[in-house]
């Protein structure tokens, strides 16, 4: 199996660029932090991670993020081999984005929770829009059920 998941932040503005066939693609570049900090060590250290999207995903990321925004991608990890200029064969490893979501607030601040509800991603469901009036989690009270003794009473 073959999927990528990453959070992180854009190291600059992204660019889309189009293929010979008129085909939409994005390469970019995300600083992912490491989960640990080394001990001495005032900041964490990041991986920069190289990524590249296509067509609907590349236009949907060139439009809604910047540099230093947060976002959050999946897909898959893709390697592809090549010659440089002096003749010597490179492999190079990227993760193909197959989903971009949002990770901030419009105004760019951490919401502390999954800041796309109502926000447009592709590739994913749409989500409702966020309702501060309508709890996100249950309030029943414990007496507020009834045990099923018996298989034959459940409804499936």
Not at 23 to 34: E, G, Q
Not at 47 to 55: G, K, Q, T
Not at 128 to 148: K, L, Q, V
């Amino acid at each position: 199996m073959n999927s990528v998941c990453l959070l992180g932040r854009l190291t600059a503005d992204p660019e889309l660029r189009q293929t010979q066939s008129q085909i939409p693609v994005l390469s970019f570049t995300i600083a992912v932090d490491r989960a640990f900090q080394p001990k001495g060590q005032e900041q964490r250290q990041a991986d920069f991670i190289n990524l590249v999207a296509w067509r609907q995903t590349a236009e949907f990321i060139s439009r809604y993020f910047h540099k230093g925004q947060r976002i959050a991608v999946q897909g898959s990890l893709q390697s592809r081999q090549y010659t440089d200029k002096e003749g010597n064969k490179r492999t190079a490893y990227e993760v193909v984005v197959d989903n971009a979501f949002f990770c901030e607030a419009k105004s760019g601040g951490n919401t502390g929770y999954n800041a796309g509800y109502g926000a447009p991603s592709f590739g994913a469901p749409q989500q409702p829009a966020y309702n501060e009036s309508r709890p996100a989690f249950s309030t029943a009270a414990a007496g507020d059920f009834e045990e099923i003794v018996a298989d034959e009473d459940l409804p499936f």
